[in-house]
């Protein structure tokens, strides 16, 4: 028996026994619908996050002390980019967006009278230049109350999450208390100016954003700060942009280029369990398949005793029959799979276009 008259014949005996052949594939259809939907979502998620990162917390790569980064967690004063102005003017001319950027942390006070009552917590505080922030950062955008930064303002941004905490509204008087450049506690009288609300929950729970030149007066960075934050608006690998900016700085001493993805580390590594989660569940969908049209196959073998008989009577040899069920089966698998394709890619049309 030819391969078109195996498959002819095992095309026919699915049609026969539609309600098995139709249920099987569905069962199918419906694991693999999911798995397509869930992937979609965790990829999406994905996506969205590192999106968030850049855009709010790391730009495409910084321009950090050569011995930053070890110590970041920390947030370290004594190890910052001098030269800001020089190196600034050298990547822009190069075609980048370019921004400065002097991270510390610090202890945030409130009073009773205006806040609801007396407290403090502490926060990420960002020193940045209300000027060129718009080049790497979309601060600005998720301002949803008060307004932006003005360069020499005593005034600050706080992210909506921490004002809810704190019961703060723009105009509100604040203090922050934190260490100078060299490690002498110094005190910051602050108002509020407005309140941001970003898709970054860290953002939104612990920032606060100060303008460079009050934070280099308060803090008595000299001029220094702690990060270049760059962007791109070029498509290109984020491999050639490190490489790029790499040579670029060569010729400021004591300086390193580090793109996101390392300053995101920890984050990446979650992505990477995200992987392996996504690899099981597809396996499992896999095994499910695989039992299901076993069973089925296995129950037609079962209820086809005369039909496989009078086969062999007209001379198939047990290889041709083997072969013409194994058919059968791959058609299920087929039909299946090509409705969950259609199932899932359905599922995702509507949550693009109109989401959760």
Not at 327 to 353: D, K, M, Q, R, Y
Request: charged share 20%.
């Amino acid at each position: 028996m030819t391969v078109k008259q195996t498959l002819t014949l095992a095309a026919r005996n699915l049609s026969r026994h539609r309600r098995r052949t139709v249920i099987t594939a569905s069962a199918v259809a419906a694991g693999l619908a999911i798995f397509i939907l869930m992937d979609s979502l965790l990829t999406g998620a994905e996506v969205e996050s590192d999106r968030n990162i850049v855009w709010y917390e790391t730009g495409t790569a910084q321009v950090l002390h050569q011995d930053y980064l070890q110590e970041r967690d920390e947030r370290p004063l004594n190890l910052v980019v001098e030269s800001r102005d020089s190196l600034e003017e050298t990547l822009r001319q190069a075609g980048f967006g370019v921004t400065a950027r002097t991270v510390f942390t610090a202890e945030m006070i409130v009073f009773r009278d205006p806040f609801p009552e007396d407290g403090s917590i502490h926060v990420t505080a960002y020193g940045i230049d209300p000027l060129s922030d718009d080049e790497v950062y979309r601060v600005r955008d998720a301002v949803s109350d008060g307004r932006f930064l003005e360069p020499d303002d005593d005034g600050l941004l706080l992210g909506s999450w921490l004002a809810e905490d704190i019961g703060a509204e723009v105009g509100y008087p604040v203090v922050l208390v934190t260490r100078t450049r060299d490690g002498f506690f110094q005190t910051m009288d602050l108002e509020v100016t407005g309140i941001v609300t970003t898709p970054n929950p860290i953002i939104n729970r612990s920032a606060v954003y100060l303008p460079l030149n009050v934070v280099d007066d308060y803090l008595q960075m000299e001029g220094g700060v702690t990060e270049i934050s760059v962007s791109t608006s070029e498509i290109r690998s984020l491999e050639e942009v490190t490489l790029a900016l790499a040579d670029l700085t060569s010729a400021y001493p004591g300086l390193e280029v580090v793109n996101w993805r390392e300053l995101a580390a920890d984050y990446i590594a979650l992505t990477q369990t995200k992987d392996g989660a996504t690899g099981i569940i597809l396996f499992l969908v896999f095994v499910i398949a695989a039992v299901g049209i076993s069973n089925t196959i296995l129950m037609s073998v079962l209820e086809r005793t005369r039909e496989l008989g009078m086969l062999r009577a007209i001379g198939m040899h047990n290889g041709e029959i083997m072969r013409m069920l194994l058919a059968e089966a791959a058609g299920i698998g087929a039909l299946g799979a090509l409705l969950g394709i259609v199932f899932g890619g359905a599922l995702n049309i509507l949550l693009v276009n109109y989401g959760i």
